[in-house]
Structures are given as structure tokens and as C-alpha cells.
T-cell receptor, first 111, second 111 residues
């Protein structure tokens, strides 16, 4: 069965700071990798996904993530965060039919 | 239409009540999911339906009973719930291995 671990549970940044959220996964087969975001009081939204091809994927709102197969990692990055990026971020891995989420990282961006 | 619609948005029920959560999508997705999300926790998979048949049950107690009447609808029947079952119940759908589209959820409180 697949599993996902996110190293940072809480991250506090000032506006314009750079962001990197760690994600490591384990799964024996072909994986599809995702980052979802949950803004306060809102439903889960997809930021970006990796299925195959270029390991550097770009998503919405200036986010990107890099798949490093040798490290089983899929870290999320953004060069300059904004106050509106305050949210909870979930890394997720999809094996056969099952999408499993990491524990989430709560990001607070102070203006 | 790229939405997953869940009703009701909020539900309060007693431990002896029977209620149902409803989920609807018109994107032609053949996989539908129920997740449970407790406060400050990641979503946890409960059930997966593929082509209207139950394909995954993550050892969910029988007081939760899913039903897929057709390819657009997914229900979750609730009976004799416990206070610890209070949570946000999320429905999602996908086209096979692609990303999941999530609904806004039903916030359930069991008294």
C-alpha cells in the first residue's frame, strides 16, 4: 500500500519569502503524485500533478514541484509567497484506485 | 460542468437517527469516492466505487453504508452513528487514474 509523509506540519513565512514543502512517498508500483490545497473554509483544490515525463511540473498560482524518483520525493516550491497562500497543503499519491494523503502542512503567510 | 455537488452542506443528527449524504457529478467520471476528514487532519479514504460497483472498502464500520444508484450519484447512508463520527465527509470523482475532483463536503455533527 502507498504512504505519504510530509515533514513540515506548520510553516510561517513573511510575504515574498520562498517556500519549499517536503513530501516523500512509498509505493511499489507506478505512482501518480499530486499536491492539493485547502484554503480556510473551502474544498480541496488541485495545485499540480505528476504522471510521467518532465519531473518538474508547474501548477496554478505560481507553484511548482519536482519529482525525484531516486529520493521518492515530490517537493512543492514557490519562489515568492503571498498572504493569500495561507492554507493547508496536502501531498497525495495515487496507486491503483486509491488516493492517499499526507498529514498536511499548514502554511501561514504574514503580510 | 466540472463540479461535484454534495448535499446537505451541514447535518446534525442524533445517535439513533438515519440520514443520507448525497453526491452528484455530471462529468462522466466512472470512479467515485467517499473520504472522511476530521479537523486539522488529512482526508481518509472510506470507499471507492468504480463503474457503479464497490471496489474498495477501507474497513469502514457498517453504520456507514454507501450506495451508487447510477454513474452520476453516490450516497452515504448513516445509521446509529457515534459522536466520534462527527467530521467533514467529502465526495470525489475521477476519470480513472486522473486527478480527483472534490466536492465541498458535508459537515456532520453527531450528538
Amino acid at each position: 500500500a502507498q504512504s505519504v509523509s510530509q515533514h513540515n506540519h506548520h510553516v510561517i513565512l513573511s510575504e515574498a519569502a520562498s517556500l519549499e514543502l517536503g513530501c516523500n512517498y512509498s509505493y511499489g508500483g507506478t505512482v501518480n503524485l499530486f499536491w492539493y490545497v485547502q484554503y480556510p473554509g473551502q474544498h480541496l483544490q488541485l495545485l499540480l500533478k505528476y504522471f510521467s515525463g518532465d519531473p518538474l511540473v508547474k501548477g496554478i498560482k505560481g507553484f511548482e514541484a519536482e519529482f525525484i524518483k531516486s529520493k521518492f520525493s515530490f517537493n512543492l516550491r514557490k519562489p515568492s509567497v503571498q498572504w493569500s497562500d495561507t492554507a493547508e497543503y496536502f501531498c497525495a499519491v495515487k496507486g491503483f484506485q486509491k488516493l492517499v494523503f499526507g498529514t498536511g502542512t499548514r502554511l501561514l503567510v504574514s503580510p | 460542468d466540472t463540479e461535484v455537488t454534495q448535499t446537505p452542506k451541514h447535518l446534525v443528527m442524533g445517535m439513533t437517527n438515519k440520514k443520507s449524504l448525497k453526491c452528484e457529478q455530471h462529468m462522466g467520471h466512472r470512479a467515485m469516492y467517499w473520504y472522511k476528514q476530521k479537523a486539522k487532519k488529512p482526508p481518509e479514504l472510506m470507499f471507492v466505487y468504480s463503474y457503479e460497483k464497490l471496489s474498495i472498502n477501507e474497513s469502514v464500520p457498517s453504520r456507514f453504508s454507501p450506495e451508487c444508484p447510477n454513474s452520476s450519484l453516490l450516497n452515504l447512508h448513516l445509521h446509529a452513528l457515534q459522536p466520534e463520527d462527527s467530521a467533514l465527509y467529502l465526495c470525489a470523482s475521477s476519470r480513472g487514474d486522473e486527478k480527483l475532483f472534490f466536492g465541498s463536503g458535508t459537515q456532520l455533527s453527531v450528538l
